[in-house]
């Protein structure tokens, strides 16, 4: 795909989950990635992902999560709390460094690790009665000792959405956002609610553009910290854009200044899109291969 964190992933390998004898098998040959508590990842010299084992590691600690396998090797992620410090020699890189950087693999696999690893960290004890949560499945699980109740990691489902009147296409910017910045509308899906209605409901709440229909393209993990985006394409009423507090601006551009934002054109003046690791740019680019020639 022509974004990022989805591409050659790893085989989940659900059944290795319970299989203890299985994992310590596979431990000392093991993939190990390191995170640190702000969710960056440790790296070599070369700020690549380093080729830590499980044997380089020592005994596997009981905060290793199991990602998965690619072909026998067994890959895994790790706190940096848990690692042994002398084995941390490059640094740490950032996930969006990453994505642009690293092969696919490495970067897919250190995206699972990244929203697994949060997950983990802010769920250390049970919603219910406040116990602390006992990991389990090889870190998929957190089992709460006092009352028993499961806790299974949190994915946050968002919408992302490619809006049209047909022959323009809607953008908004943030005020915290890079100067001439603008990207697709985004939001949350609430409790109760479907995908569809979210799309309506979060287009007329940021820029109060009616939406009149609406089609589900493509998804991508974005763990930032746990989100899940949904690409949409929406058609709606030629609107004039309105504002609130959530965005600084929205406005429609026609498909000759979408296109000359993708190639880059007027880098010192004119529109700058979402970089090309997110669903936004490749739903922008989308759209334009639609619209270009009309
Ligand atoms: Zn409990």
Same mark, same amino acid.
């Given at each position: ?84 410090? +002398?084995?941390?020699? /490059?640094?740490?890189?950032? #996930?969006?460094?990453? *994505? $642009?950087?690293?092969?696919? %693999?490495? @970067? =897919? ?52 959405? +490619?809006?049209?009147? /047909?022959?323009?296409?809607? #953008?908004?910017?943030? *005020? $915290?956002?890079?100067?001439? %910045?603008? @990207? =697709? ?61 959530? #965005? ?47």
């Amino acid at each position: 795909m022509a974004f990022s964190f989805l591409d050659d992933p790893l085989d989940r390998a659900e059944h290795l989950r319970t299989d203890s004898a299985a994992l310590a098998r596979l431990w000392p040959e093991a993939r190990v990635l390191v995170l640190d508590g702000a969710g960056n990842a440790w790296v070599d010299a070369e700020g690549l992902p380093p080729r830590l084992t499980g044997t380089a590691v020592g005994a596997r600690p009981d905060t290793a999560v199991f990602l998965g396998l690619h072909a026998a090797q067994a890959w895994f992620a790790l706190p940096a709390a848990d690692a042994p410090a +002398a084995l941390a020699v /490059g640094g740490v890189v950032d #996930l969006r460094t990453a *994505a $642009a950087t690293w092969p696919a %693999r490495e @970067s =897919t696999a250190f995206a699972q690790a990244r929203a697994v690893l949060y997950w983990r960290m802010r769920h250390r004890f049970c919603g219910a009665c406040g116990g602390t949560l006992a990991w389990a499945r090889a870190g998929w699980l957190g089992r709460c000792p006092q009352c028993g109740l499961e806790h299974y990691p949190r994915t946050d489902p968002a919408v992302i959405v +490619a809006v049209t009147d /047909g022959t323009r296409l809607l #953008l908004g910017r943030q *005020a $915290a956002w890079p100067a001439r %910045r603008y @990207s =697709t509308l985004a939001g949350f899906v609430e409790p109760g609610e479907t995908l569809e209605q979210t799309v309506v409901r979060e287009v007329y709440e940021e820029s109060a553009v009616r939406i009149r229909s609406c089609r589900y393209l493509a998804s991508q993990p974005w763990p930032f910290p746990s989100s899940l985006m949904l690409g949409f394409i929406a058609d709606a009423e030629p609107d004039t854009p309105k504002v609130n507090d959530e #965005l600084e601006d929205a406005r429609w551009f026609d498909a000759d200044e979408i296109g000359a934002a993708l190639r880059g054109a007027r880098p010192d003046d004119g529109l700058l899109l979402s970089p090309k690791l997110s669903i936004s740019r490749w739903l922008i680019e989308q759209w334009h291969a639609l619209h270009a020639s009309a």
